[in-house]
């Protein structure tokens, strides 16, 4: 185990560190299988990166891209659909074409059916390399809503106030946001050979605390990133909940900090 925690002095700060290790990796294995979330959160990140693949500093031809989650009953090309947000902000910056995205979309077929040929395909393209995830305000990673449990797999999940408010702000209102969702499970998001969490704004410091402090518990699915591999946690300071951090968790962890 071994998560390593990093906090900046601004959310440009969490970005550029953000894009360095995303394009590091990149740059290192050019054949990278990313999981990569939408939400504000990575957004500046995602920019970065579009920046510094434009001046060639990695190769993204052999890249593949993997939706985190979408809304169940949104078409691909719905204002809503969360593959053409990723696809603005990231695969179409990067310059990754369809054939190497892996989405919700990609079949046919009912919800159920779609998230077990997603799963199919992330095997056989050898599991995901580098998770890119943003931190929930209920604490759920993609749409692994509390409470969720490590061994749960990708599927439908019924969003819960909490997430349809805060994707509402997406959207225009609570009206507009789906009541369901397809998520990468947990166990494909734990499974992930490096996991990087980003989270920013002081709305998130409680729910960090909360993924950092105590014991893993359901009821805060993002705590488990605690038992995965190799996680980094970059957060800004307005979302650091420093000295209140007690856990043995922290206590483990290199804790960097950034300007
Ligand atoms: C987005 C996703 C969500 C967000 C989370 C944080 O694909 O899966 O888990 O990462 O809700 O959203 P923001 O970054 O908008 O605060």
Same mark, same amino acid.
């Given at each position: 185990?071994?998560?390593?925690?990093?906090?900046?002095?601004?959310?440009? /700060?969490?970005?550029?560190?953000?894009?360095?290790?995303?394009?590091?990796?990149?740059?290192?294995?050019? +054949?990278?299988?990313?999981? =990569?979330?939408?939400?504000?959160?990575?957004?500046?990140?995602?920019?970065?990166?579009?920046? %510094?693949?434009?001046?060639?500093?990695?190769?993204?031809?052999?890249?593949?891209?993997?939706?985190?989650? *979408?809304?169940?009953?949104?078409?691909?090309?719905?204002?809503?659909?969360?593959?053409?947000?990723?696809?603005?902000? #990231?695969?179409? &910056?990067? $310059?990754?074409?369809?054939?190497?995205?892996?989405?919700? $979309?990609? =079949?046919?077929?009912?919800? *159920?059916?779609?998230?077990?040929?997603?799963?199919?395909?992330?095997?056989?393209?050898?599991?995901?390399?580098?998770?890119?995830?943003?931190?929930? &305000?209920?604490? $759920? #990673?993609?749409? +692994?809503?509390?409470?969720?449990? &490590?061994?749960?797999?990708?599927?439908?999940?019924?969003?819960?106030?909490?997430?349809?408010?805060?994707?509402?702000?997406?959207?225009?209102?609570?009206?507009?946001? &789906?009541? $369901?969702?397809?998520? %990468?499970?947990?166990?494909?998001?734990? /499974?992930?050979?490096?996991? #990087?969490?980003?989270?920013?704004?002081?709305?998130?410091?409680?729910?960090?605390?909360?993924?950092?402090?105590?014991?893993?518990?359901?009821?805060?699915?993002?705590?488990?990133?605690?038992?995965?591999? +190799?996680?980094?946690?970059? %957060?800004?300071?307005?979302?650091?909940?420093?000295?209140?951090?007690?856990?043995?968790? =922290? %206590? *483990?962890?290199?804790?960097?900090?950034?300007?």
């Amino acid at each position: 185990m071994a998560l390593e925690l990093c906090v900046t002095e601004s959310y440009e /700060a969490l970005s550029l560190r953000a894009a360095e290790v995303i394009g590091d990796e990149i740059a290192r294995s050019p +054949n990278i299988v990313v999981l =990569a979330a939408t939400g504000r959160t990575p957004l500046q990140a995602y920019k970065h990166l579009g920046d %510094a693949c434009d001046s060639a500093a990695f190769d993204t031809t052999r890249m593949t891209v993997v939706q985190l989650d *979408e809304y169940v009953g949104v078409a691909a090309d719905d204002r809503r659909a969360l593959i053409g947000w990723s696809k603005r902000v #990231l695969i179409d &910056p990067l $310059h990754v074409d369809d054939g190497r995205v892996v989405s919700f $979309h990609g =079949a046919d077929g009912d919800p *159920e059916e779609r998230c077990r040929t997603y799963d199919a395909t992330i095997k056989a393209r050898g599991g995901v390399d580098l998770a890119i995830l943003g931190l929930g &305000p209920n604490g $759920h #990673l993609g749409f +692994n809503e509390p409470p969720s449990r &490590p061994s749960d797999t990708t599927r439908i999940v019924r969003l819960t106030e909490a997430s349809i408010e805060s994707n509402a702000s997406y959207w225009g209102s609570v009206d507009d946001v &789906p009541t $369901h969702a397809m998520t %990468a499970g947990m166990d494909v998001i734990l /499974a992930a050979r490096r996991i #990087l969490l980003l989270v920013s704004g002081s709305h998130k410091r409680e729910i960090l605390r909360r993924t950092l402090d105590g014991e893993a518990t359901p009821d805060v699915p993002a705590s488990y990133l605690r038992e995965a591999a +190799n996680v980094t946690v970059i %957060a800004d300071r307005d979302a650091w909940p420093g000295d209140d951090l007690e856990t043995t968790a =922290a %206590a *483990e962890t290199a804790i960097d900090v950034l300007a």
